[in-house]
Nanobody, 123 residues
Framework: QVQLVESGGGLVQAGGSLRLSCAAS????????MGWFRQAPGKEREFVAA????????VYADSVKGRFTISGDNAKTTVYLQMNSLKPEDTAVYYC????????????????WGQGTQVTVSL
């Protein structure tokens, strides 16, 4: 059974930084790539960033490009989301997910999900 556990969320002032971590355990195949999504109250879940299974390809939503960086360790057991220059509109629950294939932005392509971690950015 695959488990994804996020950590690193919290409260930060606008302009600050946070680093989210996602630890994968269980029988997660090395063929799986990883992604981050977020969901704000009253809004749909939206794509944030994704990384390919090899780590050689990263994809970002336009809203976070240049501010967020996704990375992973070689064993793909942990994936990170470094978030800089945070804005109040980044406030949401952030979810880590694992997918097989290259549909990076499509949440339906992701087979496994973490429970989420809250990120709150204040003015």
């Amino acid at each position: 059974q695959v488990q994804l556990v996020e950590s690193g969320g919290g409260l930060v002032q606008a302009g600050g930084s946070l680093r989210l971590s996602c630890a994968a355990s269980g029988r997660l195949s090395s063929s799986y790539g990883m992604g981050w999504f977020r969901q704000a109250p009253g809004k749909e879940r939206e794509f944030v960033a994704a990384i390919s299974k090899s780590g050689g390809i990263t994809v970002y939503a336009d809203s976070v490009k240049g501010r967020f960086t996704i990375s992973g360790d070689n064993a793909k057991t942990t994936v990170y989301l470094q978030m800089n220059s945070l804005k109040p509109e980044d406030t949401a629950v952030y979810y880590c997910a694992a997918r097989y294939g290259a549909r990076y932005r499509d949440y339906l392509a992701y087979d496994y999900w973490g429970q989420g971690t809250q990120v709150t950015v204040s003015l």
